[in-house]
């Protein structure tokens, strides 16, 4: 059974940096895309980034430059790097694992940015 279980959300103030962090078991980790998405009151779920295994990445509009995403292979997790945080950014989390047409969801982490 596939597991994700993301942590590192929590309140910070606008301009400052957070990091996420996504465990994953149950599967071949290195053949998934992986990925964060994110969700704000209201609105859609929408792209943060995505990893292949090979390290190409990809990454929404509003987050290219400030957002960063990387992958271990050998520890089976995947971690968001987020800086320059604005209150636009405020979301709950979610990490994804992704193979063909099959996709699995962690329970998402609330990431708030507020002064």
């Known amino acids: 059974q596939v597991q994700l279980v993301e942590s590192g959300g929590g309140l910070v103030q606008p301009g400052g940096s957070l990091r996420l962090s996504c465990v994953v078991s149950g599967m071949n980790f290195r053949t998934y895309v992986m990925g964060w998405y994110r969700q704000a009151p209201g609105k859609q779920r929408e792209l943060v980034a995505t990893?292949?295994?090979?390290?190409?990445?990809n990454y929404g509009d509003s987050v290219k430059g400030r957002f960063t995403i990387s992958r271990d292979n050998a520890k089976n997790t995947v971690a968001l790097q987020m800086n320059s945080l604005k209150p636009e950014d405020t979301a709950v989390y979610y990490c994804n694992a992704r193979i063909g047409i099959k996709s699995n969801w962690g329970p998402g982490t609330q990431v708030t940015v507020s002064s």
């Open positions: 990893i292949i295994a090979d390290d190409r990445t």
